[in-house]
């Protein structure tokens, strides 16, 4: 055996996504082993890898990595199998030098018609399905299935005429296990009854059962499968695993039958055993060690807690009450960022046999043992006594020694579990030992456990750029992809979609957010209609996540809504949320926006503070491709599968993004940053440019695009990332409170509401006439402003108009100043000035520069004519209005 065989080179590129972006990969080498030759799977490190020990495992790019690399004297890669994929080895079925194959083969490729592949030997196929096994065996000669618990070599060399996809074969791979092994998986291709009173078919109850075991027991799980690590012998696995089922059932023929469906059930079960068969001393000597009825002293009597007390008479039994409890659960809810809150599950019954409803008691509440009275009223009694209810707890605690624990996310996003990067979209991905749940409101977010042809998926996801122009949708995909990035780098700008109604806003904005889950424009995760605090905590439960705020319609609610927006898009743009304290003046927990805002609106709230943490992208129905629009609306579900893709391509790489994000925000600001502007404009598009870079590259990795493509692709987003961020700047500018102060003053100018005096008293034979309110003076050159009267006269304005003025007085005069509009006494925010019709008099007032003023308004006297703004200067009107 010293000659070493050649294996078929790895083509790569035929290599089903599906299975590309999971983290269940090694490496492998030809080694001999007791004159055999066999294949080893092989770790990062050199060491050998374990089929049933995930930490083993690597992704894919790093164990092609290592067998491109020549000095690794590595001959493949393979693939370690756990649901929900199945894997059929069809061994020397194939002649290597015609590709002729055996007819029985042939028939099974045929039957499952999925991916298949050659082996690296050429004689031999795979076959990669989407599926699950019954229990039983899984060999029959050159016939092997598995779904767990193995490693299959992987080359890419696809079976001509077979699909280039995984596909999902349940039932077709449950018909070919029962075809070659029986319906009982004996091997005999006959069904046999079985042989003592309990029936293998499982009950609705049992498979509930079953369902809720899963998801609370992690050693059930393992045992359940068929893992007897930790074991020294199969028949310690099988008491282990009777063991964990009658702590919940002690129904000895319910065990008996989930015994039987487990992948520890084999022939040895029935086999005759003194007075029963092994299966049934088995689960008896389980039943053995179910929960005693006396722990010290207390004990379950008559269904009800009973103390035993020692008197000089001997022991005294004292009822403590009239019924049994007991915690089968606890839950630990974790927000991703506060201590877990535990939560007790408690079962009881009253002393006459009758079920009390199952109790869920915060352990805060538990000790003062008042959840009683809150859960089953007046019907479970708790005896009089200073001591009982301490008892009581007592006893309670004790019983509930062996209690289950669950893990529940109350979040979405990347958490490491197990040593890994997890990304919990809403399902359990693929894992029964935890839980999430994000509460009803939020119960449309859902990524699917496998991603189903991720590069088709990834396909559909870029063609939502041609519904519309891309300053639509470019911002708005990579927003979306921007988002599973927010846990390296928080993304601190609110993407805002503006149009009037029936612009089909927020029905783009639902296609977009369905790469999370099931959303239409009526189910959107939530509305500006709701509450602030609502809003707040839905933006910090959907980390690493998108969540889009629908209809910012305020009508007679302007300040309202305007409060709720001010506070949602300045949480997300600081990255801070808002401090509070419980009654007892210790902090309540803080809950910061962790992942992308989108909202949708008519309008924008006008402050420039506000719209320099937003990017507005503008639309209207004219611009949407409607067939196109149709189209993509009808293949949503398929979006939340591409995201998938590529929340399993990032997780491997998730440790070293960092550096990575860091410098690449960095340089696209650089590229996008223009003098004089405000500085959150370019680092808005340099955070949808990280977004869209992170998709272009998952998109190359799988072939959904082509790099020179992908290159143009980046080109031109980048544009229309700094064409929206020149727009903005635009819009922020109209929104500067300098700006709007005066744009205001000269509408009022115009409507003769205020009037400004010249400096210099001047006569005539006619009287003077005023039209409005006097604010101040003015000359040729400057503007003399009562800073009080012309601030009221401004602010009233918006006020009557439904609309707020931005900002403070004292605000606005230091803008004034900073802005070089205002002339000013040192130390001081007004200028002490004589007016020389009124020299004994000194006002405070605001001197401001006529010609920076009509810079600042961009007007052109040649342009303006006689229009208001030259003409602050004119405190009377035009046309008929009485001369000085």
């Known amino acids: ?127 990669f399905a ?61 069904a046999s009854a079985p042989k003592n009173s309990a029936s293998k078919t499982l009950t609705a109850a049992d498979r509930k059962l079953l ?84 722990i010290g002293p207390y004990s379950i009597r008559g269904g009800r807690f009973c103390r035993d007390r020692q008197t000089k008479e001997g022991v005294v039994t004292d009822p403590l009450c009239n019924f049994s409890a007991i915690a089968v659960e606890q839950e630990l809810r974790d927000d991703g960022l506060n201590e877990p809150t535990r939560s007790y599950l408690i079962e009881g019954s009253l002393d006459d046999g009758t079920s009390l409803p199952t109790a869920r008691v915060a352990a805060s509440r538990f ?53 890994r990067w997890v990304y919990l979209g809403g399902t359990t991905t693929g894992e029964v030992d935890y839980e999430i749940d994000l509460g009803a409101d939020l119960s449309r977010y859902r990524l699917p456990s496998v991603a189903s042809d991720p590069l088709s998926a990834m396909k559909l996801s870029l063609g939502l750029l041609e519904l519309a122009p891309l300053r639509i949708t470019a911002p708005l995909l990579a927003a979306i992809f921007r988002a599973p990035l927010s846990s390296v780098l928080p993304m601190d700008v609110t993407l805002w979609l503006e149009g009037v109604t029936g612009s089909l806003k927020s029905t783009i904005a639902a296609l977009f957010q369905s790469h999370f889950g099931d959303f239409t424009r009526t189910t959107l995760p939530a509305a500006w209609s709701s509450t602030a605090n609502v809003l707040e905590k839905r933006a910090f439960t959907l980390k690493d996540s998108v969540l889009c705020i629908d209809e910012f319609v305020p009508g007679i609610n302007l300040h309202e809504f305007e409060v709720k927006a001010d506070r949602m898009v300045r949480a997300q743009g600081n990255q801070a949320g808002r401090s509070r304290l419980r009654s007892d003046l210790s902090e309540r927990p803080t809950f910061t926006p962790r992942g992308v805002l989108i909202s949708t609106g008519e309008q924008h709230p006008p402050k420039a503070s506000f719209l320099a943490r937003c990017l507005v992208i503008e639309i209207s129905r004219d611009e949407i491709d409607l067939a196109k629009l149709t189209e993509a609306q009808s293949t949503a579900g398929r979006l939340a ?22 410098q690449g925000f960095t340089e696209a600001r650089q590229r996008m940053t223009k003098a004089g502007r405000h500085l959150r404009i370019p680092e808005a598009g340099a955070h949808l440019y990280l977004g869209l870079d992170a998709m272009l590259q998952y998109a190359e990795s799988i072939g959904a695009i082509e790099k020179s493509e992908a290159d143009k692709l980046r080109t031109e987003c980048e544009q229309v990332f700094i064409d929206l961020g ?29 009037a400004l005096l010249p400096t210099v008293e001047t006569y005539s034979e006619e009287p003077q006439k005023i ?85 600042l308004l961009e007007l052109d006297d040649a342009s303006e004519g006689n229009g208001a703004a030259q003409d602050l200067n004119n405190y009377q009107g035009e046309g008929d209005r009485d001369a000085l």
């Open 726 to 754: 020149e727009a903005q700047a635009v819009i922020v500018e109209d929104e500067k409170p300098s700006r709007k102060f005066f744009e205001i003053l000269r509408t009022l100018l115009d409507q003769n509401k205020v």
């Open 367 to 419: 000790p003062a043992m008042n959840w009683t009275e809150e859960s089953w009223g007046m019907r479970a009694v708790i005896r009089a006594g200073n001591s009982t209810r301490d008892h009581l707890r007592e006893a309670v605690k004790l019983f509930s020694a062996n209690i289950r624990t669950r893990k529940i996310f109350c979040h979405t996003g990347w958490r490491r579990l197990d040593g």
């Open 771 to 855: 039209f409005g309110d006097i604010i101040g003076w003015t000359d040729n050159s400057s503007y003399f402003l009562l800073p009080e009267a012309a601030f009221k006269s401004v602010s009233t304005f918006c006020r009557d108009t439904n609309s707020r003025f931005p900002v403070t007085l004292d605000r606005l005069k230091r803008d004034l100043v900073k802005e070089g509009l205002s002339e000013v006494n040192p130390g001081r925010l007004t200028l002490r000035h004589r007016i020389p019709r009124d020299p004994e008099h000194p006002k405070h007032v605001l001197k401001i520069n006529i010609e920076r003023v009509q810079n």
């Open 641 to 662: 599968h591409s995201m998938k893709g590529f929340v399993d391509w990032l997780a491997p790489r998730l440790d070293n993004m960092g550096e990575t994000l860091s």
């Open 1 to 127: 055996m010293s000659d070493r065989p050649q294996a078929i080179p790895v083509q790569a590129e035929n290599i089903p996504a599906e299975i590309k972006s999971t983290i269940q990969w090694c490496t492998w080498k030809y080694a001999s082993r007791n004159g055999k030759r066999s294949k080893i799977p092989l770790q990062v490190d050199g060491t050998a890898a374990r089929s049933n020990t995930p930490s083993t495992w690597t992704d894919f790019a790093t164990a092609l990595s290592i067998y491109s690399n020549p000095r690794s004297r590595v001959d493949g890669i393979g693939f370690m199998f756990r649901p929900p994929f199945t894997g059929v080895d069809l061994d020397g079925c194939r002649d290597p030098k015609t590709g002729k194959i055996d007819p029985g083969a042939q028939e099974i490729v045929s039957a499952l018609n999925s991916y298949t592949e050659i082996s690296p030997s050429g004689t031999g196929l795979h076959v």
């Open 211 to 294: 369902q809720r075991l899963f998801k609370s027991n992690k050693k059930l799980k393992a045992l359940y499968t068929g893992s007897t690590d930790g074991y020294s012998s199969p028949s310690e696995a099988d008491l282990a695993l009777c063991s964990v089922l009658v702590a919940f059932t002690q129904d000895a023929d319910q065990v008996d039958r989930l015994f039987r469906s487990s992948k520890l059930f084999r022939p040895k079960w029935d086999r005759k055993n003194g007075d029963g068969t092994y299966g049934s001393r088995t689960i008896a000597k389980a039943l053995e060690t179910k929960k005693p009825t006396q």
């Open 130 to 190: 989407i599926g699950s096994l019954p229990p039983g065996r899984r060999k029959k000669g050159k016939f092997e299935i598995y779904d767990s618990g193995r490693c299959f070599t992987v080359t890419g060399a696809r079976l001509d005429g077979t699909p280039a996809t995984i596909e999902n074969r349940e039932s077709e791979i449950r018909a070919l296990n029962a075809r070659i092994f029986g319906s009982n998986g004996a091997g005999t291709g006959k």
